[in-house]
């Protein structure tokens, strides 16, 4: 059965496949989670406030990204952001949005949502004595965020934080349902262009496989460090 | 320096930890606050630099009135110093850097202003040479000397102490009882709440025993260690100097 496969196409595509597929996918991952992690935080800090109706509407947020498959999220995005954009700007027709700003807004939106939640359990896990020393040294509550709370909670929760940017790298790849040629997109346009379907999604899911065993292990090691440091 | 009247507080509708309750602290004064856990001595201490809220009286710290809306809190925090039970120091700052971040933060001090005042105050404490570690590599007593440094960095009028010896090691116990005897001769005006009577006899000019929420006593502390007049602080001196 292997006698008609022909893993040469992989090679003759590699440029293409890393340069252009790989790059869109580690950009829109590295974007999405920078982004995701700043509006998560803010998400995270309206969720623990004292005003209660921010909390409110915070929740209602994580609930309903959390409670939607993300391919759907990514195709309603795709479509409504142009409309969306044309109400806010009052335009006479849809705004244009490529699909690269399209699926960023889109991922760092729903990223925010998962952030949230373990910035949240990051800023639970510092005791309460801690914004309190900070006040009573007369540092306001932004300022206590900034410098004592948020740098103790993202210490903790980093190993999470990037576990789940890993699981973002797996899910960049269902922005395929805009025709965007991230890396699994590019590999998939090869395989239908050379008819060579078996050897590129097999290469395409190593690939994969590999990168995200890598930074798995990254991860676990960088964990144990903060263990040893704590 | 701090005027405390008819201070109420309860905690959920019905459950009340203060009652009633007024006293206040002279400047250079040393104020010893004891009494039972659960008492509300804790509480009270907090009470005075708004950690905690209070729902009826009022605290006057220094001419400015604590409970009121409009107090800019932050500022009037910054001068006041508080060291707590389990020190609170910054684990994710070098000591030196605990004892910069609100001097330049808060009172706008240059860096080298802010390192060459919290050089001082550690020298003064004897740990100058812990200046660059991490709060998690000195001992309990050690952590609770840098505390009583950080808060003093900021120039203090006056110094909270909530049980500051209570989570320590008893060998640990008297090297931060010596710092705080040195403040007290200095003349700094000190409320602390203390099991230590040792310190109280020693250093303080007033003892105030609480119970349930009250004040039961406040007294000279001459007048308190040789004959408290009320039963509760009899019986409550007799339990903790019988040993």
């Given at each position: 059965?292997?006698?008609?496969?022909?893993?040469?196409?992989?090679?003759?595509?590699?440029?293409?496949?890393?340069?252009?597929?790989?790059?869109?996918?580690?950009?829109?991952?590295?974007?999405?989670?920078?982004?995701?992690?700043?509006?998560?935080?803010?998400?995270?800090?309206?969720?623990?406030?004292?005003?209660?109706?921010?909390?409110?509407?915070?929740?209602?947020?994580?609930?309903?990204?959390?409670?939607?498959?993300?391919?759907?999220?990514?195709?309603?995005?795709?479509?409504?952001?142009?409309?969306?954009?044309?109400?806010?700007?009052?335009?006479?027709?849809?705004?244009?949005?490529?699909?690269?700003?399209?699926?960023?807004?889109?991922?760092?939106?729903?990223?925010?949502?998962?952030?949230?939640?373990?910035?949240?359990?990051?800023?639970?896990?510092?005791?309460?004595?801690?914004?309190?020393?900070?006040?009573?040294?007369?540092?306001?509550?932004?300022?206590?965020?900034?410098?004592?709370?948020?740098?103790?909670?993202?210490?903790?929760?980093?190993?999470?934080?990037?576990?789940?940017?890993?699981?973002?790298?797996?899910?960049?790849?269902?922005?395929?349902?805009?025709?965007?040629?991230?890396?699994?997109?590019?590999?998939?346009?090869?395989?239908?262009?050379?008819?060579?379907?078996?050897?590129?999604?097999?290469?395409?899911?190593?690939?994969?496989?590999?990168?995200?065993?890598?930074?798995?292990?990254?991860?676990?090691?960088?964990?144990?460090?903060?263990?040893?440091?704590? | 320096?701090?005027?405390?009247?008819?201070?109420?507080?309860?905690?959920?509708?019905?459950?009340?930890?203060?009652?009633?309750?007024?006293?206040?602290?002279?400047?250079?004064?040393?104020?010893?606050?004891?009494?039972?856990?659960?008492?509300?001595?804790?509480?009270?201490?907090?009470?005075?630099?708004?950690?905690?809220?209070?729902?009826?009286?009022?605290?006057?710290?220094?001419?400015?009135?604590?409970?009121?809306?409009?107090?800019?809190?932050?500022?009037?925090?910054?001068?006041?110093?508080?060291?707590?039970?389990?020190?609170?120091?910054?684990?994710?700052?070098?000591?030196?850097?605990?004892?910069?971040?609100?001097?330049?933060?808060?009172?706008?001090?240059?860096?080298?202003?802010?390192?060459?005042?919290?050089?001082?105050?550690?020298?003064?404490?004897?740990?100058?040479?812990?200046?660059?570690?991490?709060?998690?590599?000195?001992?309990?007593?050690?952590?609770?000397?840098?505390?009583?440094?950080?808060a003093l960095a900021m120039d203090p009028i006056a110094m909270l102490f909530d049980e500051p010896t209570?989570?320590?090691?008893?060998?640990?116990?008297?090297?931060?009882?010596?710092?705080?005897?040195?403040?007290?001769?200095?003349?700094?005006?000190?409320?602390?709440?203390?099991?230590?009577?040792?310190?109280?006899?020693?250093?303080?000019?007033?003892?105030?025993?609480?119970?349930?929420?009250?004040?039961?006593?406040?007294?000279?502390?001459?007048?308190?260690?040789?004959?408290?007049?009320?039963?509760?602080?009899?019986?409550?001196?007799?339990?903790?100097?019988?040993?």
């Amino acid at each position: 059965m292997f006698g008609n496969l022909d893993f040469d196409v992989i090679r003759r595509s590699l440029p293409y496949l890393f340069l252009d597929g790989m790059s869109f996918t580690l950009m829109l991952t590295g974007l999405s989670a920078l982004g995701g992690l700043v509006f998560g935080t803010l998400i995270a800090l309206m969720r623990l406030s004292s005003y209660k109706l921010l909390g409110r509407i915070a929740g209602l947020y994580v609930d309903f990204m959390r409670s939607l498959p993300l391919v759907l999220v990514i195709f309603w995005f795709y479509f409504l952001v142009p409309y969306i954009g044309q109400w806010l700007t009052g335009a006479s027709r849809p705004i244009r949005v490529g699909a690269f700003t399209s699926s960023l807004v889109t991922f760092i939106m729903f990223e925010a949502a998962y952030f949230s939640e373990i910035m949240r359990a990051g800023i639970q896990s510092i005791s309460r004595g801690q914004p309190a020393a900070a006040s009573a040294l007369g540092l306001t509550y932004a300022q206590s965020m900034r410098y004592i709370v948020l740098p103790q909670a993202f210490r903790n929760m980093l190993p999470v934080l990037l576990t789940q940017t890993i699981v973002l790298f797996q899910d960049t790849s269902l922005v395929y349902v805009l025709s965007i040629p991230d890396f699994l997109g590019a590999a998939s346009k090869v395989a239908q262009r050379d008819g060579r379907l078996v050897e590129m999604y097999l290469f395409a899911a190593a690939v994969y496989f590999v990168i995200s065993c890598l930074a798995s292990w990254g991860v676990r090691r960088l964990q144990a460090r903060i263990a040893i440091v704590r | 320096m701090i005027e405390i009247s008819h201070v109420n507080k309860w905690y959920g509708p019905s459950f009340q930890v203060l009652k009633d309750c007024t006293t206040s602290v002279a400047k250079g004064e040393v104020v010893v606050v004891c009494g039972p856990s659960g008492s509300g001595k804790s509480t009270l201490i907090k009470c005075v630099n708004a950690l905690e809220p209070f729902q009826e009286g009022q605290i006057i710290l220094d001419g400015v009135k604590v409970n009121d809306p409009k107090t800019d809190l932050p500022k009037l925090r910054a001068r006041v110093g508080m060291v707590f039970q389990h020190f609170e120091l910054f684990p994710h700052l070098r000591i030196i850097e605990n004892l910069c971040l609100a001097q330049e933060k808060v009172l706008g001090r240059s860096h080298d202003e802010a390192v060459a005042k919290g050089d001082k105050l550690l020298e003064r404490v004897g740990l100058k040479a812990h200046a660059n570690k991490y709060p998690a590599e000195l001992s309990g007593g050690q952590q609770q000397r840098v505390a009583i440094a950080r808060a003093l960095a900021m120039d203090p009028i006056a110094m909270l102490f909530d049980e500051p010896t209570s989570a320590l090691d008893p060998e640990m116990i008297s090297e931060v009882l010596d710092v705080m005897v040195d403040l007290a001769h200095e003349g700094m005006t000190m409320m602390v709440v203390t099991h230590e009577m040792g310190f109280a006899s020693k250093v303080a000019h007033r003892v105030i025993f609480m119970d349930k929420g009250e004040i039961v006593e406040d007294a000279q502390k001459t007048d308190f260690f040789g004959s408290p007049r009320s039963e509760r602080a009899q019986k409550f001196l007799s339990k903790i100097l019988s040993h």
